[in-house]
């Protein structure tokens, strides 16, 4: 996508059908609602999932619908999901990053993404809190619950439904803890929960 594009469509949203379904339409719709009047000061004069029909070709597997927006318009596209494979996570340190937005334009993270080194990709840690990967929200094993960081960057729709319903727990988590787990798991609106599933906290690097 061009930069001219994310400037004409500044924020979007990602969201996972399955078999045609949209999954978490109700977190998707009111991130919307809040990052258009975070961004905007204003309601939208539309919904986000209106006028959205799936197509048959995209009515079976998981499939990735990403609706941009601005002020007055929307639009939106279909494309087969295939997950990264991810087992094993770089320490970045990044004081000042802020992505409390879903922006189309990821400069900063993809800069920060650059220093993965062998890794598959980064967990980003600001003035010693965690946050997030480059894309994913995470979630830490402690040998009994899970715990995901409330100094995240993007407060994720998987994350909220997962704390919503009492899946995980939120807790302020700092670099220094990080060997007090066990294990964690990345997650995002494609990358289901998997709760009898994690990888080693070795896996990180520091």
Not at 58 to 70: A, D, E, H, P, T
Request: net charge neutral.
């Amino acid at each position: 996508m061009s930069l001219s594009t994310k400037s004409i469509f500044p924020l979007f949203e990602s969201v996972c059908l399955l078999d045609g379904c949209i999954q978490n339409a109700e977190f998707h719709s009111k991130r919307f609602l809040d990052s258009f009047k975070k961004f905007y000061w204003q309601k939208p004069d539309y919904e986000l999932f209106e006028d959205i029909t799936v197509p048959k070709e995209y009515q079976k597997g998981k499939v990735k619908l990403r609706i941009s927006y601005n002020r007055q318009h929307k639009k939106h596209r279909f494309q087969p999901y295939v997950q990264n494979r991810v087992e094993s996570l770089q320490i970045v340190i990044d004081n000042t990053i802020d992505y409390d937005l879903k922006f189309e334009n990821r400069h900063e993270l993809d800069v920060l993404f650059t220093q993965k080194l062998d890794c598959d990709d980064i967990l980003i840690v600001r003035k010693g809190w965690l946050m997030d990967s480059s894309y994913a929200n995470l979630v830490f094993w402690n040998g009994m619950e899970w715990y995901t960081p409330s100094t995240y960057l993007l407060n994720g729709t998987k994350r909220s439904q997962l704390l919503q319903n009492g899946v995980i727990r939120e807790a302020p988590i700092q670099l220094k803890d990080v060997r007090s787990f066990q294990g964690f798991q990345l997650i995002n609106a494609m990358m289901d929960f998997e709760p009898d599933v994690f990888l080693s906290i070795d896996s990180i690097k520091f």
